[in-house]
């Protein structure tokens, strides 16, 4: 049985191990597939892993011996679903391997924002702390997050996650999903409508799956209905924000500060208006890539494996 990865690099740039799949069969790993070579290197194989390198009904349609698709990641928009289905390939996802490294980075670029650790530290190092008439100096204002409210839009299992940390900062939680699970309410989290969430929060965090409801839910009407001088984060997915209205509001200082590790495009384009907004910290979309979160995503993906070649798949998208 051939098996084949696309795209491994992200996944396992040196620091994992990919014999659990080579146990399962004749593995071949490619860092990265240009789409002139997804056919080529996919005509043989009965089961394929990608992460970001799409199979489209057209490809798919080519490879009569593909029975398994392996997405290296939780989104599986990458994939024709629907035409997978149709020919008789299953198609799972890793839904679970990033919950805590995500809700870690969250804070990450929260607390950034409130105490500009990187620019303070470069201060000091450049000689101004050594050469102040006073023994502490600020660049930035400085911000407490206790007492604050915090809106989570999407309270799955990163949403809840980032809830909790947000607790433990003293933050209390609005949470809006379409889905509500009552038992998950207490005194400092609760659910809210949409429109209470964006006028009484303070930071919102976006934690929605991407869907034809959800595409630009951070845009300028949105935006409008929030308290001057929130901030916003997203380390969900880019189309989730429109990124030119966004842009206006930092402009305009409706938003205090945004911080995003996934934006519509990625890698990002150069024309992305995101770039030149002020109080903006874009990272390259690494809330995932702790290697803990990468090794339990390997491990799942060989688990996704085992169990479709067992005949009881899990963790199927289709």
Same mark, same amino acid.
């Given at each position: 049985?051939k098996?084949?990865?696309?795209?491994?690099?992200?996944?396992?740039?040196?620091d994992?191990?990919?014999?659990?799949l080579?146990?399962? @069969?004749?593995?071949?790993?490619y860092?990265?597939?240009?789409?002139?070579?997804?056919?080529? =290197?996919?005509? *043989?194989a %009965?089961i394929?892993?990608?992460?970001?390198?799409?199979?489209?009904r057209e490809?798919?349609?080519?490879l009569?011996?593909?029975k398994?698709?392996?997405v290296?990641a939780? @989104?599986?928009n990458v994939?024709d679903?629907?035409a997978?289905?149709?020919?008789?390939?299953?198609?799972? $996802?890793?839904?679970?391997? @990033?919950?805590?490294?995500v809700?870690q980075? /969250?804070?990450?670029?929260?607390?950034e924002?409130?105490?500009?650790?990187?620019?303070?530290?470069?201060a000091?190092? $450049?000689g101004?702390?050594?050469?102040?008439?006073?023994?502490c100096?600020?660049?930035?204002p400085?911000?407490?997050?206790?007492?604050?409210?915090m809106?989570i839009?999407?309270?799955g299992?990163?949403?809840y996650?980032?809830?909790?940390l947000?607790?433990?900062?003293?933050?209390? /939680?609005?949470?809006?999903?379409?889905?509500? =699970?009552?038992?998950? %309410?207490?005194?400092?989290? =609760?659910?809210a409508?949409?429109?209470e969430?964006l006028a009484k929060?303070d930071?919102i965090?976006l934690?929605c799956?991407?869907? *034809?409801?959800t595409? $630009?839910?951070?845009?300028?009407d949105t935006?409008?209905?929030m308290? *001057? @001088? /929130?901030?916003?984060?997203n380390?969900?997915?880019?189309?989730?924000i429109?990124?030119?209205?966004?842009?206006?509001?930092?402009k305009?200082?409706k938003v205090? #500060?945004?911080a /995003? *590790?996934v934006?519509?495009? %990625?890698?990002?384009?150069?024309?992305?208006?995101l770039?030149?907004?002020? $109080?903006?910290?874009?990272?390259p979309h690494i809330?995932?890539?702790?290697?803990?979160?990468?090794?339990?995503?390997?491990?799942?993906?060989?688990?996704n494996?085992k169990?479709?070649?067992?005949?009881?798949p899990?963790? #199927?998208?289709n």
């Open positions: 049985m098996i084949v990865v696309l795209d491994g690099y992200t996944l396992n740039p040196g994992l191990s990919w014999e659990g080579e146990k399962l @069969g004749e593995l071949t790993v860092d990265r597939t240009p789409e002139d070579k997804i056919y080529e =290197r996919s005509k *043989d %009965e394929v892993f990608t992460n970001k390198t799409p199979l489209t490809t798919l349609s080519k009569p011996l593909l398994y698709i392996g290296l939780t @989104g599986y994939v679903i629907k997978a289905k149709e020919l008789g390939i299953t198609v799972t $996802n890793i839904p679970t391997y @990033g919950t805590d490294a809700a980075y /969250v804070f990450a670029l929260l607390l924002i409130c105490h500009h650790v990187y620019e303070h530290n470069n000091v190092k $450049n101004e702390w050594t050469n102040c008439p006073d023994f100096f600020w660049k930035y400085l911000i407490e997050l206790a007492g604050k409210t809106g839009i999407g309270l299992r990163i949403g996650r980032t809830a909790k947000a607790q433990a900062f003293g933050l209390k /939680v609005l949470a809006y999903d379409a889905n509500q =699970r009552k038992e998950l %309410e207490d005194e400092n989290l =609760r659910y409508s949409m429109d969430l929060s930071i965090s934690h799956p991407l869907t *034809d409801e595409k $630009n839910i951070i845009n300028k935006i409008s209905k308290k *001057d @001088g /929130v901030i916003i984060i380390t969900s997915r880019g189309p989730l429109s990124e030119n209205d966004l842009a206006e509001a930092l305009s200082g205090y #500060a945004a /995003v *590790d934006v519509s495009a %990625e890698p990002i384009s150069s024309t992305n208006p770039l030149t907004a002020p $109080n903006c910290i874009i990272t809330a995932w890539a702790p290697k803990e979160s990468r090794s339990r995503l390997m491990d799942i993906a060989v688990s494996l169990a479709f070649l067992d005949g009881k899990v963790n #199927a998208v």
